[in-house]
């Protein structure tokens, strides 16, 4: 939720005539709630830009179908279930507690489906890892040198490891709302709410949720 001060903070950097552009690594649904204004929303760690009134995706750029296949296969073969993001719905192979959890967190629905790599038609969006802290980083440890240069991956919280399309930060995603933005009404100034820890290994100022 949002509380009152901070959607305060939103209004008044609208009324100075600022455009407010929401930065999360979170599906869009899951944010939509949380929207106070017009402006388009950067979402799953830069790979989607989307319409907050219309649900429309202006930009999605999902990890190739096949390079999600693998990095699935991967973690399934290391002992380990997963999220996985598909047209802005999550879908599982069982409903483990973990993934009940992450749901129930989220605040969306959890969608069974048997085996993913059986159910699997379309490209992820993402692929999301729930589980113990310290098994994860040699898990993400793992995975960033069989997919080295070929996926994003990093810890959006301690117990979340995520899989992302490789050049696909939130910051390049902000880059090109800013120029939109100057293009648009290059009067008004553009502010960037991020949301999370700073945890994206290739950027500095980064962040994930």
């Known amino acids: 939720m949002l509380r009152p001060r901070t959607r305060a903070a939103l209004a008044a950097a609208r009324e100075r005539g600022l455009r407010v552009i929401v ?9 939509r709630p949380y929207l106070t204004g017009p402006e388009p929303v950067v979402c799953y760690q830069g790979a989607v830009i989307a319409d907050p009134a219309t649900g429309e995706f202006l930009r999605h750029v999902p990890i190739p179908f096949e390079l999600g296949r693998e990095a699935i296969e991967a973690i399934q073969g290391a002992g380990y279930g997963l999220n996985c993001y598909v047209d802005d719905e999550l879908y599982v192979e069982g409903a483990t507690p973990e993934a009940s959890r ?4 989220q605040h969306i629905e959890l969608h069974v489906v048997g085996r993913l790599l ?3 038609e379309r490209p992820p969006t993402k ?3 729930v589980g113990d802290p310290q098994r994860l980083d040699r898990l993400g440890a793992d995975l960033r040198t069989r997919f080295d240069g070929r996926l994003f991956i990093a810890k959006s919280l301690p117990f979340f490891l995520e899989l ?3 050049r696909v930060c939130r910051h390049e995603r902000v880059e090109c709302l800013g120029r939109a933005a100057a ?3 290059s ?3 553009l502010g960037i709410v991020t949301c999370g820890a700073d945890v994206d290994h290739r950027a500095k100022n980064a962040s994930i949720t």
């Open 23 to 31: 930065v999360t690594g979170r599906m869009f649904q899951a944010v």
């Open 102 to 105: 992450y749901a129930s967190f």
């Open 118 to 120: 059986e159910w699997l």
């Open 127 to 129: 692929l999301v890892v």
């Open 164 to 166: 992302a399309p490789a």
């Open 183 to 185: 293009c648009e009404c």
């Open 187 to 189: 009067s008004k100034g």
